[in-house]
């Protein structure tokens, strides 16, 4: 009974921790529960992802808390839009965003996901917490790079941090149709974003500041940094259609739609989509759609997050409330404190 409890216990912890406001999963329970009960509860994973997990449970982790620094990302990147990361049957999956139609939206939901994971695995790398990877062997403490300074400290290992996303993120893609060669490529364009983003920092040793010899080595940016490339890329993504060449039934690639040139392809870089996005002012189980009811706005912005193109023409509600804060504090020798009440009515704004 005591086993079965404690058994329970553990499986919620992994539950939630993908729900998306979830705590993590600590190491521990996956230890303590063995890799082959975790790999087969985690809700959301496709079958090769699942034998992944068993052979790499430590990596589960990692990947686990990339996926939902991606989501974390996208909300703040989308906050004052329309669609704010959020889709019909989103929560519990690791990978909710799947149910979302093949827009642009789908684009960046796939790309920062990839990009989080990739960058999640190489922090743990570096963190070593990770069993087959710490630094980056090539560039080891003392190897000379071509600049001529030296290689010191630990450098984040990229290189396995793409790997490792890449054969997770990837091993959902089975289906051989043109909405899966988009996933596979927005996949790319995220891990991309994490390589293209990654920075050196350097240190200066020698007498008085000079810098007889200069160790560096190479670290991951604030995630923020690829949260805006990406969302940058977004704003650029790109129409394509799939292309069958002469007899394949599946289609072998995409290629751009609006192109001067016939069959041309996107750039790794870019973001790719098949679809139109719908507007997202209302509940659609077919797009995924939440639609943009009680959403907060602001009544005077004309940007989206005003309440005229957020709430789409429906009007919005208007809550009142009184905002109360302890202000003017003085401090008074020895030894309190004095403060003033402050108030102030604030409205609220939320769509109809
Ligand atoms: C890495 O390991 C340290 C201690 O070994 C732990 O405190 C930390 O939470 C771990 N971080 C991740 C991202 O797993
Ligand atoms: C680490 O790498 C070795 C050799 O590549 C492999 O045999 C082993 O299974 C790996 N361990 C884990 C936990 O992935
Ligand atoms: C996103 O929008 C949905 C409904 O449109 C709302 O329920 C949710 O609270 C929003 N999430 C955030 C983080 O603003
Ligand atoms: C609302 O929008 C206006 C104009 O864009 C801006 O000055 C103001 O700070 C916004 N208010 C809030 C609460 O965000």
């Not at 190897?143 to 396995?160: N, Q, R, T, V």
């Not at 659609?284 to 009544?299: E, L, V």
Request: glycine share 10%; aromatic share 10%; net charge positive.
């Amino acid at each position: 009974m005591g086993v079965s409890r404690h058994t329970k216990f553990m499986l919620g912890l992994v539950y939630l921790s993908y729900c998306v406001y979830g705590n993590f999963l600590a190491l521990s329970s996956v230890v303590a529960l063995g890799a082959n009960i975790i790999c087969n509860k985690i809700p959301g994973l496709a079958p090769k992802q699942r034998a992944i997990c068993r052979g790499r449970p430590d990596a589960i982790v990692a990947i686990g808390e990339g996926a939902k620094l991606g989501h974390t990302e996208c909300q703040f990147q989308f906050r004052n839009l329309r669609w704010n990361c959020t889709n019909v049957g989103y929560g519990g999956s690791m990978f909710g965003y799947e149910q979302l139609t093949g827009s642009r939206e789908a684009a960046f939901m796939y790309a920062i996901s990839s990009a989080g994971v990739t960058y999640a695995i190489t922090q743990s790398c570096s963190l070593g917490n990770l069993t087959n990877c710490s630094c980056d062997k090539d560039k080891m403490d003392g190897k000379l790079a071509p600049e001529g300074w030296k290689w010191g400290g630990c450098s984040a290992d990229i290189k396995y941090g793409l790997k490792l996303a890449r054969k997770f993120m990837d091993a959902r893609e089975i289906a051989e149709n043109a909405r899966s060669l988009m996933n596979l490529h927005n996949n790319r364009a995220g891990r991309k974003a994490v390589k293209d983003n990654m920075g050196t920092d350097c240190k200066c040793h020698g007498v008085s500041g000079s810098c007889t010899t200069k160790t560096c080595w190479t670290t991951l940016p604030p995630f923020r940094k690829i949260g805006d490339a990406l969302k940058r890329r977004y704003r650029k993504s790109k129409l394509v259609v799939p292309y069958l060449g002469r007899r394949a039934r599946t289609p072998i690639s995409l290629i751009l739609k609006r192109s001067k040139r016939p069959h041309r392809k996107p750039r790794r870089s870019h973001l790719v989509f098949l679809e139109k996005s719908p507007n997202y002012c209302d509940y659609d189980q077919k797009t995924g759609s939440m639609g943009t009811a009680g959403r907060s706005c602001n009544r005077t912005s004309l940007a989206p997050d005003g309440c005229d193109l957020m709430c789409c023409g429906r009007g919005y509600n208007t809550h009142q409330y009184t905002k109360t804060w302890q202000c003017n504090c003085k401090f008074h020798w020895c030894c309190y404190v004095n403060c003033n009440r402050c108030s102030e009515r604030t409205e609220e704004y939320t769509c109809k």
